[in-house]
């Protein structure tokens, strides 16, 4: 099992093996990024978001959100699980591992990567909330 560690090194004498972490979780985000770009990945999110966007009700912020969304959020959840399990096998690391080493890169200030956002949004209700509320953005602008 690949160990990704987020956190400081308690010593100098640390610094290699937090290199060698440093490194190995920077290779993991660059599989997942090509991984996020293949047409079974994008076609079964893409799937996902034309099956559900008639049945995802958009609230006000603050509104209490309705049942419904959070149904289509673990709905959402299984269907990215799903995606990963072979990749999370194939380089020996676990969906929690991963989430957390994509939210500690976004909170690190990266806005690139896409992929971030789609695991961190199948881990955080709030993320999937905007992904969805993005998608029909998109879905606007392109109808236009």
């Excluded at 399990?85 to 690391?93: G, M, S």
């Excluded at 200030?109 to 969805?132: C, H, P, W």
């Amino acid at each position: 099992m690949s160990r990704i560690s987020l956190g400081e090194a308690p010593c100098e004498a640390n610094k290699g093996e937090e290199k060698r972490e440093d490194d190995e979780n920077k290779r993991i985000l660059e599989l997942l990024e090509l991984f996020f770009s293949t047409p079974e990945f994008t076609d079964a999110v893409r799937q996902f978001v034309e099956d559900n966007e008639e049945k995802f009700l958009f609230v006000e912020e603050g509104e209490e959100q309705p049942l419904s969304n959070y149904d289509l959020y673990l709905k959402y959840t299984n269907v990215i699980e799903s995606q990963l399990e072979a990749f999370l096998k194939q380089h020996d690391v676990d969906h929690e591992d991963v989430a957390k080493l994509c939210v500690a890169e976004k909170e690190g200030g990266n806005r690139v990567s896409f992929s971030l956002d789609y695991i961190i949004a199948s881990t955080e209700y709030g993320k999937f909330l905007q992904m969805m509320a993005d998608f029909k953005c998109m879905r606007e602008f392109e109808i236009g």
